[in-house]
Nanobody
Framework: VQLQASGGGLVQAGGSLTLSCAAS????????MGWFRQAPGKQRELVAQ??????NYADSVKGRFTISRDNDKNTMYLQMNSLKPEDTAVYYC???????????WGQGTLVTVSS
């Protein structure tokens, strides 16, 4: 299954964006789906994860970001509200079937938040 992220762009601080991650096949078997981000000069970090319907978030985005998935549309989303300049990064979607499985990655989508 291939993943393709979209929805990035330039937004002012305080604004919102919704990222989408479309899969080429069924995502039903992926127990773990997540959004990661990598800012310039920093390591890739997990932002939000959906584990069989249970969600968890990095402290830096709690209350502002919401991860969701639509198995019928084979798509995962990341709703981002109250964006801050420090949210600027390339965002990647990823999925894996089990906790010991390797992540399958989509290409990144750039989010730039201006102050």
């Amino acid at each position: 299954v291939q993943l393709q992220a979209s929805g990035g762009g330039l937004v002012q601080a305080g604004g919102s964006l919704t990222l989408s991650c479309a899969a080429s096949g069924s995502i039903f078997s992926f127990n773990f789906m997540g959004w990661f981000r990598q800012a310039p000069g920093k390591q890739r970090e997990l932002v939000a994860q959906d584990t069989s319907g249970y969600t968890n978030y990095a402290d830096s985005v709690k209350g502002r970001f919401t991860i969701s998935r639509d198995n019928d549309k084979n798509t995962m989303y990341l709703q981002m509200n109250s964006l801050k300049p420090e949210d600027t990064a390339v965002y990647y979607c990823a999925a894996r079937q089990g906790g010991d499985s390797a992540w399958s990655w989509g290409q990144g989508t750039l989010v730039t938040v201006s102050s």
